[in-house]
C-alpha cells in the first residue's frame, strides 16, 4: 500500500512537471529555456518577439538568395524557382481573383508577406528548443489588425468613406430591416479579421500542446509510454503540413475580407 501510494505520488509530481514545462514554454517571459538553463532577456524582450526577429531576418536571407539569379538577368533555379511558384499561385490564384487585376497586383506584395512571414514563423517554431510566435494571440492580432486596417481605412479610401458605410446594408432593403442590418454587419467586419486572430493563434497552439503532452507522458510513466514518440512525431509531420495549411488560409481569409 505505502509503495503505491508512492508510485502514485511520484506519478503526481512529474505531471505537475511536465504542466510546468508546457505552461512555460507556451508562455512569453522574458528569458528563454534552453537545454543549458535559463538564458535572461532585456526587460524590452520577451521569447515570442525574439522569435519574430529571427523569423523576419531569416526570410530576408532566403529572399535575397532566392533572389540572386533574377539579379543576373537569368531564369531563377532551386530556391529562386521555389519561390517564385508560391508567388505566382498567391498572385495569380489569390489576389487577382479576389480583387481584380489592378489592385490583385497591387496588393500581391502584402499577401506574399503574410504567407511567408507566417509560414516562417511556423517553421521555426518547430525546430526544438524554440518557440512558435503566431501561437500568441498578440502576434496574430497585429497581423490581423493589418488586414482589417485595409478592410475599413483601405476600402474607404479606394471607394470613400459614403460607399464603405452604404455598401454594408444591400441596396433594396425596406429602412426597417437596413437598421438593424446596419450594426450587424458592421460587428460582421471586426468579427472576422478577429476569427483571423483566433483561427492561426489556436491551430499553432494546439499542435504543439498534443506534441508536448505526448513527450510529457514518457516523463510521467516511464519507458512504458515510449510508443508516445512515434505519435508525437507523426503529429511533428502533420505539424509541418499546419504551417503551410495556415498561412495559405490567412492570406486567403484576408485577400477575400478585403
Not at 500500500?1 to 511520484?10: E, I
Not at 518557440?131 to 478592410?151: K, P, R, S
Request: include cysteine.
Amino acid at each position: 500500500m505505502t509503495n503505491q501510494l508512492q508510485q502514485a505520488s511520484d506519478v503526481a509530481a512529474r505531471s505537475d512537471a511536465v504542466e510546468r514545462f508546457i505552461m512555460h514554454h507556451l508562455g512569453d517571459a522574458d528569458h528563454l529555456a534552453s537545454l543549458y538553463g535559463q538564458v535572461p532577456l532585456p526587460w524590452f524582450v520577451s521569447r515570442h518577439s525574439l522569435m519574430l526577429l529571427f523569423s523576419g531576418c531569416l526570410l530576408i536571407i532566403v529572399a535575397i538568395i532566392a533572389a540572386r539569379t533574377r539579379r543576373a538577368g537569368a531564369a531563377p533555379t532551386g530556391a529562386g524557382n521555389l519561390l517564385e511558384v508560391f508567388v505566382v499561385f498567391i498572385r495569380d490564384r489569390i489576389a487577382i481573383p479576389s480583387l481584380g487585376e489592378t489592385d490583385g497586383l497591387r496588393m500581391t506584395p502584402l499577401f506574399c508577406t503574410f504567407f511567408f512571414f507566417i509560414l516562417m514563423t511556423n517553421l521555426v517554431g518547430l525546430v526544438p528548443c524554440f518557440y512558435t510566435a503566431t501561437a500568441n494571440l498578440g502576434v496574430t492580432g497585429a497581423l490581423a489588425l493589418i488586414t482589417l486596417g485595409f478592410m475599413t481605412i483601405g476600402a474607404m479610401w479606394r471607394n470613400g468613406v459614403l460607399v464603405f458605410f452604404k455598401g454594408l446594408v444591400p441596396g433594396g432593403v425596406p429602412w426597417p430591416i437596413g437598421v438593424l442590418l446596419f450594426p450587424i454587419e458592421l460587428i460582421s467586419v471586426f468579427v472576422r479579421a478577429f476569427a483571423l486572430a483566433i483561427r492561426l493563434f489556436a491551430n499553432e497552439l494546439s499542435g504543439h500542446m498534443v506534441v508536448m503532452f505526448m513527450v510529457g507522458l514518457i516523463v510521467m510513466f516511464g519507458y512504458i509510454a515510449l510508443p508516445a514518440i512515434a505519435l508525437a512525431s507523426a503529429v511533428l509531420v502533420l505539424e509541418v503540413g499546419v504551417a503551410f495549411l495556415q498561412a495559405f488560409i490567412f492570406t486567403l481569409f484576408s485577400a477575400v475580407f478585403i
